[in-house]
């Protein structure tokens, strides 16, 4: 079993950036197809990026394409999510999970067996 603990949300005005980092620990990330997910107030957890075990496959949501980037760093431990250009509607929880299936395109949340606790990001327009 992996734990995921995510950071690096906070508030940040429109157009601007920020960097999530999501550290495991229990198990190596090496193992794992990763994903970032988000969810705003009254709205269904959505996929955002994922990124395969291997060969760091990457797929990303319509939204999101060309302005976040997903990248893992085994060595580390850690997963990435940079975002840049962001807007009012990037608002949400962003949460870190991680799948046993091996793959880039899971986009469901139901494909991820792990998640961390969330966190927030807030974009000030």
């Known amino acids: 079993q992996v734990q995921l603990v995510e950071s690096g949300g906070g508030l940040v005005q429109a157009g601007g950036s920020l960097r999530l980092s999501c550290a495991a620990s229990?198990?190596?990330?090496?193992?794992?197809?990763m994903g970032w997910f988000r969810q705003a107030p009254g709205k269904e957890r959505e996929f955002v990026a994922a990124i395969s075990r291997s060969y760091g496959n990457t797929h990303y949501a319509d939204s999101v394409k060309g302005r976040f980037t997903i990248a893992r760093d085994n060595a580390k431990n850690t997963v990435y999510l940079q975002m840049n250009s962001l807007n009012a509607e990037d608002t949400a929880v962003y949460y870190c999970?991680?799948?046993?299936?091996?793959?880039?395109?899971?986009?469901?949340?139901?494909?991820?067996?792990?998640w961390g606790q969330g966190t927030q990001v807030t974009v000030s327009s």
């Open positions: 229990g198990r190596t990330l090496s193992t794992y197809t």
């Open positions: 999970a991680a799948a046993r299936s091996v793959g880039y395109l899971l986009t469901s949340k139901n494909q991820y067996d792990y």
